[in-house]
Every structure is written in structure tokens, then in C-alpha cells.
């Protein structure tokens, strides 16, 4: 079964992107991790994890990321106050 992640850029552009992953890279990915991944023709951006799915992207095909850069997340969920 495909993996996917769904990344944040750092882009003017307020939406998400799907990116394909391996099994291993799906197993090892959290949320809150960089990963670098290719976008356009030939730009690489660091991107954020912000969901790990098998849901294949509709609209377009997804890539592979070039590799991941954390061992750890950097970010996690921020509690709201009570």
C-alpha cells in the first residue's frame, strides 16, 4: 500500500502538499519533522510533516521527498489554554 505525508511549505500559499514516501520512511516519520522535497521544476524546499496517510492526491502525482532532516520533531501540537 502507498505512503504519503502531507507537508507544509514555505510558501505564500495557504494549502498543503502530498508527497509519496517509502513504507520505512512512513514508519520513521512524525508528525513536526523537516523533510526536503523537490516543488515546481527545479526548487527544493524544506518542508513540514504535518500528516502521514495512504491517501493518494487526486488532482496531480505525488513525489518523493529527497530526504528527511530530522531525527526528532522540531515542532509539536501547541496546547490551547483552558
Given at each position: 500500500?502507498?505512503?504519503?505525508i502531507?507537508?507544509?511549505?514555505?510558501?505564500?500559499?495557504?494549502?498543503?502538499?502530498?508527497?509519496s514516501?517509502?513504507?520505512?520512511?512512513?514508519?520513521?516519520?512524525?508528525?513536526?519533522m523537516?523533510?526536503?522535497?523537490p516543488?515546481?521544476?527545479?526548487?527544493?524546499?524544506?518542508?513540514?510533516?504535518?500528516?502521514?496517510?495512504?491517501?493518494?492526491?487526486t488532482?496531480?502525482?505525488?513525489?518523493e521527498?529527497?530526504?528527511?532532516?530530522?531525527?526528532?520533531?522540531?515542532?509539536?501540537?501547541?496546547?490551547?489554554?483552558?
Open positions: 500500500m502507498p505512503n504519503f502531507e507537508v507544509i511549505l514555505p510558501i505564500p500559499i495557504q494549502k498543503t502538499f502530498t508527497y514516501v517509502t513504507e520505512e520512511e512512513a514508519n520513521f516519520l512524525q508528525i513536526g523537516r523533510v526536503a522535497v516543488f515546481g521544476k527545479s526548487k527544493m524546499y524544506s518542508a513540514l510533516v504535518l500528516n502521514i496517510h495512504q491517501t493518494r492526491p488532482l496531480y502525482e505525488a513525489k521527498i529527497h530526504q528527511i532532516l530530522d531525527e526528532t520533531p522540531l515542532v509539536n501540537k501547541r496546547a490551547t489554554p483552558s
